[in-house]
């Protein structure tokens, strides 16, 4: 499961973006501090400039199907702002479906991460964090 995941992931990133030839990917496990909306894994592709990125994860793959743009910014020498949007995620307890809007604190230099997400119909705020492996993208 997980080589297919990646496989995906790097499949779209080289048909859909094939600008994206220099960068880092960082494949990132992610404890969910037990309120659901931060999946398990997520891929993050950073270009070289740190200027643009795309995230995949689980939720983006069901519901999407194609790694989301990220907006970046630094925030410090060794830290990254991401911002995302994913819509139409479904929710089956109310029969609806709700926006997502993630942000994503990485470390570049300690290989971590926390994601935080707010909902538009839920008053709760999940949050996640966790450990990435980086590769550089050729």
């Given at each position: 499961m997980a080589f297919r995941f990646l496989s995906l992931f790097a499949f779209f990133m080289s048909v859909s973006f094939p600008?994206?030839?220099a960068g880092k990917l960082y494949d990132c496990e992610i404890n969910d501090f037990g309120t659901g909306w931060v999946?398990?894994?997520m891929i993050i592709s950073v270009d070289q400039s740190e200027q643009t990125a795309m995230v995949f994860d689980g939720i983006i793959a069901e519901v999407v199907k194609v790694p989301v743009p990220a907006q970046v910014s630094r925030r410090s020498a060794s830290s990254l702002r991401l911002n995302w949007t994913v819509k139409d995620i479904p929710v089956s307890n109310v029969n609806t479906k709700e926006t997502a809007q993630y942000k994503a604190i990485?470390?570049?230099r300690t290989h971590?991460?926390?994601v935080s997400v707010q909902l538009n119909y839920f008053d709760n705020e999940p949050r996640g964090s966790g450990k990435c492996k980086v590769s550089q993208q050729k």
């Open positions: 600008a994206w030839a999946a398990p894994r990485l470390n570049t971590k991460v926390t």
